[in-house]
């Protein structure tokens, strides 16, 4: 029967496509449904891409262990699917004495939750790893790293397509009725589909997710994190990642600054509860605040290097009376059987997505066999990686054969027009804006698509038949130039 799965998972976020990958192993017919056009479009394409070392989780909670053992399980994945990884390092700064028993406490917990090579440094070491840092001492953690949150997102999800799992996108989960064999899950389409077992990998709306299977004991608050983005002038000049000792009742980790894996400094996140979970706003205040701070860090950042901003949102359990943070809720429900809940999974999500993906197939095993494929291919294909990056002669030798290596669309990012059309023709079909941009990193420069957009829009015209009314940018209702723009 059409639209019948074993697993049905809800939400194709870096958690959702880490669960459909892993689940991709086996002899299961798995679907994933995700509400906009693409995958990566929630929380995973909007936080600082840090894989975090561990230190900042009470020894004994979820958190901690999963964060560990994704941290280790990261350097493997990252290999086998093609996206790019560096392990940096962290000095998380003390500006003032009081700040100093926070890290010592910082650096014990990390030892506990096992995470290896911490270190407090004085004055002189903090400025032989990073030159121009600002502080009185520091923790250094070797084991945190860097990677591209969206990258890792796209790159799950492609591989778990070519090892059988069906993506519907633009399929947004609007009722779910209890079956004697499983679930009848809806979407807004009037597309039904069966499955046995069900996960909730919804992030931001996990609860809403909840309550359509009775369970009204979870709510999630959506916490802003505002960023700005620097310009690639400054690749470089940040050797480390820089946070601050973390603060009492903070929601965060502090505004801090991250390298991105493709040559980028950001500054942030702030830290707001906000009313709506698709308030993606960059306020004037904030951007100030993230001006001070960033440049306190790191005196030499001036604001011509902002090119951009833009926002995530914290899927908190935890109030804005109470702020702080509560644990990652993972549960097999025993009293709704097949049924696989994920909530309030905030930082480190990222980094804990690939043992999350873990202990969630051995929730699957409790109800289905998890009897392997003969020919599971944990490898990605068919994705060259950057243009940009290659040597001279390999660049040249795919320009003789193909002309399309030979003409750029994206100047700030030198986006060839054949990675262009590799994005618009990915594995799991989607056609939007973000998606091109996400895949191919064009419009992603200093000009912000301001050159090439026209030029990608062009494209989908000649070579795609686009008509004004089939751009979008990311969700079904996002139209860019015909009716609702969101
Ligand atoms: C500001 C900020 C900074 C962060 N920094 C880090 C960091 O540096 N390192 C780190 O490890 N973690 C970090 N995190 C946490 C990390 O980003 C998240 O834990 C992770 O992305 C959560 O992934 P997810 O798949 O659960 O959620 P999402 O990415 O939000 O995915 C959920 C998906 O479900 C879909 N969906 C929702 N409702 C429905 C429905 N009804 N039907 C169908 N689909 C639906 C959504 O469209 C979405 O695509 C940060 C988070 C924030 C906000």
Redesign the pocket.
């Known amino acids: 029967m059409a639209n019948a799965y074993d697993i049905l998972i809800?939400?194709?976020?870096?958690?959702?496509n880490a669960i459909s990958r892993e689940l991709s192993r086996y002899r299961l017919n798995v679907g994933v449904?995700?509400?906009?056009l693409d995958v990566?479009?929630?929380?995973?394409s909007?936080?600082?891409?840090?894989l975090?070392s561990g230190i900042h989780y009470k020894p004994g909670t979820l958190r901690a262990k999963l964060n560990v053992q994704g941290n280790e399980l990261m350097k493997g994945l990252c290999r086998d699917l093609k996206v790019k990884i560096e392990y940096l390092g962290k000095l998380t700064v003390a500006q003032d004495p009081v700040d100093i028993e926070t890290l010592e406490a910082l650096k014990a917990q990390g030892e506990t939750n096992g995470v290896p090579g911490l270190e407090m440094i004085d004055v002189a070491k903090m400025q032989q790893i990073q030159p121009g840092v600002g502080g009185i001492r520091a923790l250094h953690s070797p084991t945190t790293g860097i990677i591209c949150?969206y990258g890792l997102t796209i790159a799950l999800a492609d591989n778990a397509r070519e090892n059988g799992v069906n993506f519907h996108l633009g399929?947004?989960?609007t009722g779910i009725l209890k079956t004697e064999n499983g679930f009848q899950v809806k979407t807004a389409g009037g597309d039904s589909f069966e499955t046995k077992v069900l996960i909730n990998?919804?992030?931001?709306?996990s609860d809403?997710?909840c309550r359509m299977l009775g369970l009204t004991e979870y709510a999630i608050y959506p916490c802003r994190?505002e960023y700005l983005i620097l310009d690639k002038r400054l690749n470089g000049i940040l050797s480390v990642l820089v946070y601050p000792a973390p603060r009492k009742g903070g929601a965060g980790l502090g505004i801090h600054l991250t390298n991105t894996v493709d040559g980028n400094i950001l500054i942030g996140?702030s830290n707001e509860y906000v009313d709506y979970a698709d308030d993606y706003a960059c306020t004037a205040d904030i951007i100030d605040q993230l001006k001070k701070e960033g440049q306190a860090l790191l005196p030499t950042i001036s604001t011509s290097d902002f090119i951009r901003g833009f926002s995530?949102?914290?899927p908190k359990q935890t109030p804005p009376e109470v702020k702080g943070f509560k644990e990652f809720v993972i549960e097999n429900r025993k009293d709704i059987p097949g049924f696989i809940n994920l909530v309030g999974?905030?930082?480190?999500?990222?980094?804990?997505s690939p043992a999350i993906a873990l202990m969630v197939r051995d929730m699957v095993g409790e109800t289905l066999p998890l009897a392997e494929k003969a020919h599971f291919m944990a490898e990605r294909s068919g994705f060259p990686g950057s243009f940009h990056d290659l040597p001279e002669e390999e660049k040249a030798d795919l320009v003789a054969r193909d002309p399309d290596y030979g003409e750029i669309v994206c100047r700030c990012e030198q986006i060839t027009k054949r990675e262009i059309l590799d994005a618009i023709e990915n594995p799991l079909g989607n056609r939007t804006l973000a998606g091109i941009k996400y895949r191919s990193r064009a419009m992603m420069g200093r000009c912000q698509g301001g050159f090439c957009m026209p030029r990608i829009v062009q494209i989908l015209e000649k070579d795609f038949g686009y008509r004004p009314e089939d751009y979008r940018l990311y969700s079904p209702d996002s139209y860019l130039f015909t009716g609702h723009v969101r």
């Open positions: 809800i939400g194709a976020g870096v958690v959702g449904l995700e509400k906009e990566s479009m929630g929380t995973s909007r936080n600082s891409g840090v975090h949150p399929s947004e989960v990998a919804a992030g931001l709306y809403a997710i994190g996140p995530g949102l914290r999974i905030e930082s480190p999500g990222l980094t804990c």
